[in-house]
């Protein structure tokens, strides 16, 4: 069975049983909840922030007060183990980084969703998980699977994803044409046009992050995929440091050389703001940009802006990541939780964000007419969906650390010139192997 089909299976047969059977329990599914308060845990994030213009709604609706506790993404992860420590905690639903989820589960911090799916007073007969992009649901939502994070037997659905993102390469279009250049399709024709992009039109040819830590490990991962590379081989032995983890990296570093001044200290937010603010003619990252370009209150680039699938390498590989929702397990209101977690994931609040915004996590919204007119770039989403990896990453619990202590060190250390592409990651076979082995994996 091919994965994607488990996905949909699994999630159809999970909320298949015990279903509401009548119109009038439906209605009183948040009739008891009424009056209660979910405590919300959220990232300064675009997608979120196009959610909180529809939040009210959701009182409005079912009575349930939500209190929004919005923190930056770097302070989040320490904030959230903290209080799913607690006998009970002050959150009730929390906004992960796909990264986290291993680790949640591993710890056992974090609800798996089946019960309330399969709960008659709280699952929405209409909701329809199958519509749910797959892929998405996969990387975002699943846990104990096969390497204990993709789809297949053993997975569980711990949590939904939200502000889920892939891959997709944003470019001048005023540019392109200003020099009658050609989009690159394959990473030779990329690599060329760098250069050529700097000296002709004098900004950066293409913004990225590379902030130390998980900023400069997500920006190398967009070009050791497509290149064919990963993080370990199937005995979970490392060989980042081979020769295309070494190409992908020596590519990054061109991007910085021919990139916008201060790439090694960007995060998301600089690198979307250097393309937003016209200081970059190229932007290889999320599909959250899709929001950003032409709001005129974010983007000097209002209209210039075309959209094309990741160039290729040895095969086509888009990123899967981004965020999602779960429930902790110290939970005050949990099943308040669960309705809010259905309510924004639904079809007519998925495509409601989208419309300010937000970014899509469901098929039908991607195809919705309306916002396909407002959003023509979503049928090249639609395309790069198809060349998503469920395995861009190893969201093995003790990723986060790799991730961060580790791969996002000796990186930057290249990046900033401190170290050779070679030796850096060479440098780094040992603490990563090091790390696995205190986690349990024999390597």
């Not at 680790?103 to 909701?127: R, T």
């Not at 309306?370 to 969201?395: G, H, Q, S």
Request: hydrophobic residues 40%.
């Amino acid at each position: 069975m091919k994965r994607r089909d488990f996905v949909k299976g699994a999630s159809a047969a999970l909320i298949g049983a015990g279903l509401p059977p009548g119109r009038a329990l439906a209605e009183s599914r948040h009739a008891r909840y009424a009056g209660q308060t979910v405590t919300f845990n959220i990232p300064a994030h675009p997608h979120y922030d196009a959610m909180l213009r529809i939040l009210p709604a959701f009182t409005r609706e079912t009575g349930i007060q939500v209190e929004i506790d919005k923190l930056s993404m770097a302070r989040m992860k320490d904030k959230q183990l903290l209080e799913m420590a607690k006998p009970q905690g002050d959150y009730d639903l929390v906004s992960y980084v796909v990264m986290w989820k291993g680790e949640y589960v591993a710890k056992n911090l974090i609800h798996p969703l089946e019960p309330f799916f399969k709960n008659a007073a709280l699952a929405d007969p209409a909701y329809d998980i199958q519509d749910i992009i797959p892929i998405y649901l996969e990387n975002i939502g699943l846990v104990g699977g096969p390497k204990g994070y993709l789809a297949g037997p053993g997975a569980g659905l711990y949590g939904l994803p939200y502000g889920a993102e892939t891959s997709v390469l944003a470019y001048r279009r005023d540019i392109f044409a200003r020099h009658n250049l050609q989009l690159p399709t394959n990473y030779d024709e990329f690599a060329r046009l760098l250069p050529v992009l700097k000296d002709k039109e004098g900004i950066g040819a293409l913004t990225s992050r590379g902030q130390a830590g998980h900023q400069c490990v997500h920006a190398w991962l967009l070009h050791l995929n497509p290149l064919g590379g990963s993080i370990f081989d199937d005995q979970w032995k490392p060989r980042f440091n081979d020769e295309v983890g070494i190409k992908a990296l020596k590519f990054l570093q061109e991007v910085v050389a021919t990139g916008p001044a201060g790439i090694p200290a960007y995060g998301q937010g600089e690198s979307n703001t250097a393309f937003l603010q016209g200081q970059a003619a190229m932007y290889l990252d999320s599909t959250l940009m899709s929001g950003l370009v032409n709001d005129p209150a974010q983007s000097k680039i209002v209209g210039k802006v075309g959209w094309a699938l990741h160039p290729m390498g040895v095969r086509r590989a888009s990123q899967s990541g981004g965020l999602g929702l779960a429930i902790p397990k110290n939970a005050k209101n949990a099943d308040a939780a669960f309705l809010l977690m259905q309510w924004l994931t639904a079809r007519a609040q998925d495509k409601a964000c989208s419309r300010v915004g937000g970014t899509p996590v469901r098929s039908s919204t991607m195809l919705d007419a309306e916002l396909v007119k407002k959003y023509p770039e979503f049928v090249t989403f639609r395309e790069a969906l198809k060349y998503a990896n469920p395995d861009w990453r190893p969201i093995v619990p003790m990723w986060d650390k790799i991730n961060v202590q580790a791969l996002g060190v000796g990186i930057s250390e290249a990046l900033t010139g401190r170290k050779t592409a070679e030796r850096a990651l060479d440098d780094l076979v040992a603490p990563v192997t090091q790390i696995m082995r205190e986690g349990g994996y024999k390597v």
